[in-house]
């Protein structure tokens, strides 16, 4: 499996390389990092600084550079904010992955939960019951659920019997200078998980609900079941655990997505993550920080990937990892 795993990283960085050149050229195409240089009218600075940067060169050059100086740990410095490009997205990385975490742990938990519950009970109220909140749940977007959420949870609760709102500002786990937990780190994280596990568990519960049909009709099934093999060792050994290899491979696919994708809930909630960091960049035109932002989702992808295939070879014997 290991010898696997390696190969796989080998094959995945001609993808990478490829994407991000492809993404280099449009950010390169779009922006001007010397914007401000060229509003203070000295061509002079203007030459010198391209050429130090070697915005002079061709873009393939100019994309060996970066890439060079990306590996070495040399990803400049953001032209909105004057900070560290790495500083900036290693806080925004830190944050959106917990706030992927504790939502992909409890949108996973749940849907496997109400998708194996949906296919055992299969076309029962629950079922219907439980269908139609899924429906219902795919059709709700990001931003509306988030200012109901915070509507209904937060500012609702307040004026009526004037209990403590989750606070709508990030906290991190632990406050600097002081030990322990921050009281207010899964207060603050409350309305965004929430508004993260509705909609992925509207999605994987559907998912997880197919899957386990499919292995309740399977033909190992049948054949335990002529055996007269006990129904909680067939739904345990076998159905669970055959459905669960294609439901992790979509839950570690979407996860991957995420990691960059929650622009609409992290903008919501006022979360400094990857997505809310991607979409300030983007305005400002922050060539320094959407660069390797783009990199940094791309392996992020190659990684899910990658554990989602190592997962499915794990729980399907059947399946030969070459």
């Known amino acids: 499996m290991l010898g696997y795993a390696l190969r796989r990283l080998i094959y995945s960085v001609p993808a990478v390389i490829l994407a991000s050149f492809v993404f280099f050229w449009a950010v390169r195409a779009t922006f001007d990092p010397l914007t401000k240089l060229r509003q203070a009218r000295d061509p002079g600075v203007v030459r010198r600084e391209a050429a130090r940067l070697g915005l002079d060169r061709s873009v393939a050059e100019q994309y060996f550079l970066w890439m060079k100086a990306f590996v070495t740990g040399d ?11 790495q500083s900036m997205l290693a806080s925004a990385l830190g944050t959106t992955v917990q706030l992927v975490f504790w939502g992909v742990l409890f949108a996973g938990v749940l849907a496997l939960a109400i998708g194996t519950y949906s296919a055992v009970r299969k076309y029962s109220l629950g079922d219907h019951v439980l269908t139609g909140f899924s429906y219902l749940g795919v059709a709700m977007p990001a931003f509306w659920l988030g200012l109901i959420l915070i509507q209904l949870l937060a500012v609702w609760p307040k004026e009526q019997f004037g209990l403590a709102q989750p606070p709508l500002y990030f906290v991190g786990l632990h406050s600097p200078g002081q030990s322990g937990v921050n ?3 899964f207060r603050h994280l409350a309305l965004p998980v929430l508004t993260l596990t509705v909609s992925l568990i509207a999605s994987w519960s559907r998912f997880s609900r197919a899957s386990m049909l499919d292995a309740l009709g399977s033909d190992y099934v049948r054949t335990a079941r002529a055996k007269g093999v006990p129904p909680r060792r067939i739904f345990f050994r076998h159905a669970l655990r055959n459905s669960l290899a294609p439901f992790i491979t ?15 809930t992290e903008q919501i909630y006022a979360i400094p993550g990857m997505g809310r960091l991607f979409l300030d960049s983007l305005l400002a035109g922050d060539v320094y920080v959407l660069l390797p932002w783009m990199l940094i989702v791309a392996v992020a992808m190659v990684l899910f990937n990658l554990a989602a295939d190592l997962g499915y070879a794990l729980l399907d014997p059947r399946v030969a990892l070459r």
């Open 183 to 185: 009281a207010d780190y």
């Open 75 to 85: 990803w400049g410095v953001s032209t909105r904010t004057g900070d560290s490009a």
């Open 250 to 264: 979509v839950v570690a696919t979407d996860s991957a997505l995420l990691i960059g994708g929650l622009v609409v």
